[in-house]
């Protein structure tokens, strides 16, 4: 399995707190993501980047930011959480270089109440 | 108009049974196609490419009709652990980004 962890696994936390999650790789992968995942739209991307400190919107990153200061790790921050972003969060890292496949992590299920 | 789409299922299949779905996808500039597996409550992961001649990986057989613009994926000799939800997914020429479908449910019964 590609070495790949997101923290936190679960969260409960309130609308209108800032939220951060963490995704970190020992792959040395060049593309990291950030998808959600919800019932009835499947897995949709947030942020991804395409090396340190370079990022780029996906189609839902409105109330979404990332930031990439190393390699490995990859951050996505909820400024203000709201009710509608209690999902799953999947990171995912690529070499698309190499490989069109993604590996993803095991998920961050977030709930704002 | 999603730009990948599948029945959402759930198929229900009896053991050792053949099953096949499909996936339509909109934009005709789509280059790469695969489906991916994702089991209850974990992440995704690769099942297989698909090519344009057809592949097939031992009870999986992937096909892919660029005219009409869909992918299928049939599975043979059905196994409980076939139970999972089946993720099209495609991307385009340009970029190196997916996207995927809503995914798919297969429920494999004895």
Redesign the interface.
């Known amino acids: 399995d590609a070495g790949i962890t997101q923290s936190p696994r679960h969260k409960v936390t309130e609308t209108g707190t800032p939220v951060t999650l963490r995704c970190h790789q020992t792959e040395n992968h060049r593309?990291m993501?950030w998808?959600r995942q919800d019932p009835?739209?499947?897995?949709?991307?947030i942020h991804?980047s395409?090396g340190v400190k370079d990022t780029d919107k996906?189609e839902v990153s409105d109330g979404y930011s990332v930031s990439r200061s190393k390699t490995e790790d990859f951050l996505l921050t909820l400024e203000s959480a709201t009710s509608s972003q209690t999902s799953v969060y999947?990171c995912a890292i690529?070499d698309?270089e190499a490989s069109?496949?993604?590996f993803?992590?095991?998920?961050t299920r977030l709930t704002v109440l | 108009r999603k730009e990948v789409e599948q029945d959402p299922g759930p198929f229900n299949v009896p053991e050792g049974a053949t099953v096949a779905f499909n996936c339509t996808y909109s934009n005709s500039a789509s280059q790469s196609f695969f489906w991916y597996r994702q089991d209850c409550r974990k992440e995704p992961k690769l099942l297989m490419s698909v090519y344009s001649s057809g592949n097939e990986d031992g009870r999986f057989t992937a096909q892919l009709n660029r005219a009409s613009q869909y992918i299928s994926l049939l599975i043979r000799d059905s196994k409980l652990s076939d139970s999972a939800t089946y993720l099209c997914v495609v991307k385009r020429a340009a970029g190196n980004k997916l996207t995927f479908g809503g995914g798919t449910r297969v429920l494999v019964k004895p």
């Open positions: 593309y993501y998808y009835g739209h499947g897995l949709r991307l991804y395409y996906g999947f690529s698309m069109n496949e993604q993803f992590g095991p998920g």
